[in-house]
């Protein structure tokens, strides 16, 4: 995080080596401006790209221009999310270089917590700022709101615990939590166990007295066995069941209740 406005108008960057690369690389671009193409006060609008001196480092960085006045000029610097009235002779036009590396500051969200009363209080701004500015934290976005931003989940991971940021300001009476209740969802009624003797039998013998291809699966006594018919529709209605059961290894199938199982 390297801007704090409000815990819902925040900046971010990535901390990754493809970030700190485009990073350094308009650093050296900006630090090589020695002879800057000043701005024209009567040739500036609004949204307008430029190059702006930050007061605090009186180095240069990308900027979006946000209100013109007499004497200044306030800018948005658009790689770390601050803004600031800077003089009209700190500001200049942005080197061709500059113009092609993505902003690398991300505005967003803190998901999960709503200001305590209409607006965010002093407090609750100060306290995100303490638990987030300058620090690697870990973020998960929750979707993009209407302003464009990002509702972002945080997470300081640096400690011996996991560290909520959201929960922190909670915890610290600076904010109210906005997370929907965990809802229980209804059990969808029981469905009715089926008898086997609904189930149809095939029909191995259509006649009395004519040979049929049949295999002997199970044989209790000759006078109690079991056997399949040998056609081309019964192999295909085992393949069938076959596949079908070999579905419940991968899908939530419903499972018998002792209390609700009866013979048969």
Not at 38 to 49: C, E, F, P
């Amino acid at each position: 995080v390297t801007t704090v406005d409000t815990p819902h108008s925040f900046y971010i960057q990535a901390v990754a080596q493809s970030s700190l690369d485009e990073l350094n690389q308009l650093s050296a671009h900006l630090s090589a401006i020695t002879s800057p193409s000043q701005l024209v006060k009567s040739s500036v609008a609004k949204g307008d790209l430029c190059c702006a001196k930050f007061s605090k480092d009186g180095s240069w960085y990308r900027a979006e221009v946000k209100e013109i006045l007499d004497t200044h000029c306030v800018v948005h610097f658009l790689d770390y999310g601050n803004t600031e009235r800077v003089l009209w002779s700190d500001i200049v036009h942005c080197p061709v270089e500059c113009t092609n590396v993505p902003i690398q500051a991300i505005r967003c969200a803190l998901y999960g917590v709503v200001p305590l009363d209409s607006k965010w209080s002093p407090p609750a701004v100060e306290a995100m700022q303490k638990l987030t500015v300058d620090k690697p934290l870990l973020g998960q976005a929750h979707g993009q709101l209407p302003d464009g931003s990002f509702s972002v989940e945080l997470m300081d991971t640096s400690g011996e615990k996991d560290v909520n940021i959201a929960a922190e300001l909670v915890l610290g009476g600076v904010a109210a939590s906005s997370k929907p209740p965990v809802v229980t969802p209804k059990k969808a009624p029981a469905k009715p166990n089926i008898k086997v003797s609904s189930l149809p039998v095939a029909a191995i013998f259509s006649r009395d007295k004519e040979f049929s291809l049949v295999t002997v699966t199970t044989v209790d006594t000759p006078h109690c066995f079991y056997l399949q018919a040998v056609t081309q529709s019964s192999v295909e209605s085992l393949t069938l069941i076959t596949n079908q059961l070999q579905l419940l290894s991968s899908a939530s199938s419903s499972q018998l209740l002792k209390s609700s199982v009866a013979k048969g």
